[in-house]
């Protein structure tokens, strides 16, 4: 017997983690929802956390269409210090 794996081939690569990201009034977050069902619920919660929390005070939302890969702008990409997603149903 012969097995196969359907996946076919792929590659693992190792990639290290960024070092966390100090969070504070002068930290931007973005948010980023794929416009799932409750994403925007969910980071709307996120939100309200970190800014008690940590004092965050600068958030950055995008939101993409579920069906359609995310094409980040580049004032969202180069304006965020961290991002949080979210891909809910």
Not at 12 to 41: I, M, W
């Amino acid at each position: 017997m012969e097995l196969m794996n359907p996946c076919g081939v792929f590659d693992v690569r190792s990639t290290p983690l960024r070092p966390r990201v100090a969070l504070g009034p002068d930290t931007t977050v973005g948010l980023f929802a794929n416009d799932k069902k409750n994403a925007d619920v969910l980071l709307q919660h996120v939100q309200r956390g970190l800014a008690a929390s940590h004092g965050v005070k600068d958030f950055r939302w995008f939101l993409k269409e579920a069906t359609q890969p995310a094409v980040f702008t580049r004032d969202f990409i180069e304006g965020c210090d961290a991002v949080v997603g979210a891909v809910c149903d």
